[in-house]
């Protein structure tokens, strides 16, 4: 098995200069770099793992955490499976520091700076979709330190990897859902969470290709709930008011409670289709009254906790994930399979 020694004595540099490049820490000429990687690649070089990790508890690395949807059921259970790898890295002196904010760019910036600010050495997003972010993961990459983002993605961005779902896949997936259990015209009023979330968006997209597709389904309105209950409760009347030939909700996001009160509270729920995503308790609820007739589940535990073992593992041996988008499973739930 090849050695940094060899790398280093074949490559004409210093075994620190090898150390440097293997684990990503900069401050090495590209030219330079680039030969010390055609020979680890020639050599097939595998780090000692087992070493690393024995090293790595002498570092103290910390790793961040940037969560939207303040206050959102779903991002909760996203919470248990960051805090569980956590609980599991601290073993090995890693601590992972969480922030959560609204969906606003300004708050998300500010909770990326602090973290940076506190020495983190990589950081798990589910980003604002702006630009600024994007560059502000692109500052992170420059300065060596990884993102992963999870649940929704950031176009263009140099992060090493996205985990979570195949948002306009899952989108065709509730126009596929829309078309077996309604007959006839459908009409759908589209209840989502921001237009700056890009799985939001996608959702929308692929949901609009099907309907587009099948024909007999026409989308009313869209409205934006910030994931807000409240708020969906209040849009979600005036939008039945303003529409009342709307006969099919597709809830994107979160507010799904607010939104399916509004409908009950309309006397609508004897004559709409609705499907939704996630199966937090309160829909849970609603998909056993009947008013839901199917949700779309994402793991949400898996969206938490790989991340972090993600940048764990590229942080300790240099090796990035096998695949740069890690989709979750489309997991669909009807009242018969809850």
């Known amino acids: 098995m090849a050695t940094i020694k060899e790398i280093a004595h074949l490559a004409g540099v210093s075994r620190g200069t090898v150390d440097r490049v293997l684990n990503h820490r900069g401050c090495v000429n590209p030219q330079t770099e680039q030969r010390i990687l055609e020979i680890v690649q020639a050599l097939d ?13 002498k570092k103290n690395l910390k790793l961040g955490v940037v969560l ?5 059921v779903f991002y909760n259970d996203i919470l248990i499976g960051v805090r569980n790898k956590a609980q599991e890295l601290s073993e090995y002196n890693c601590a992972v520091l969480v922030r959560q904010t609204e969906y606003d760019l300004d708050q998300q910036l500010n909770a990326i700076d602090e973290l940076v600010a506190e020495g983190i050495s990589g950081l798990a997003i589910s980003p604002y979709n702006d630009n ?49 259990m309604t007959h006839g015209e459908v009409y759908v009023g589209i209840i989502s969470g921001s237009q700056n979330i890009l799985c939001h968006t996608e959702r929308i997209a692929g949901f609009s290709h099907m309907a587009d597709s099948y024909g007999n389904i026409r989308i009313v309105d869209t409205i934006n709930n910030n994931d807000d209950e409240n708020e969906s409760y209040s849009l979600t ?68 906790s790989k991340p972090l073992a993600i940048l764990f593992t590229y942080l300790t041996t240099g090796e990035l994930p096998t695949s740069e988008n890690d989709y979750v499973n489309i997991d669909i739930r009807i009242k018969e399979n809850l």
């Not at 070089?45 to 508890?57: D, E, F, H, S, W």
């Not at 939207?68 to 959102?72: A, C």
């Not at 004559?271 to 308790?281: E, F, G, L």
């Open 45 to 57: 070089y595998k780090p000692n793992k087992a070493g690393i990790v024995l090293a790595v508890r």
């Open 68 to 72: 939207l949807g303040l206050g959102t």
């Open 132 to 180: 600024a972010i994007r560059e502000k993961i692109n500052a992170l990459c420059d300065r060596g330190i990884p993102v992963v983002t999870l649940n929704t993605d950031i176009e263009n961005s140099r992060r090493i990897a996205y985990i979570g779902c195949h948002f306009y896949r899952s989108g065709e997936t509730a126009g596929g859902l829309m078309h077996l």
């Open 237 to 304: 009347t005036a939008l039945l008011a303003r529409h009342p030939e709307i006969n099919a909700l597709y809830f994107t996001a979160g507010g799904v409670y607010g939104g399916c009160k509004a409908v009950m509270d309309a006397g609508r729920h004897k004559d709409m289709t609705i499907i939704t995503y996630d199966i937090v308790n309160t829909t849970r609820e609603y998909i056993e009254k009947g008013l839901i007739a199917a949700t779309i589940c994402q793991q949400p535990f898996i969206q938490g």
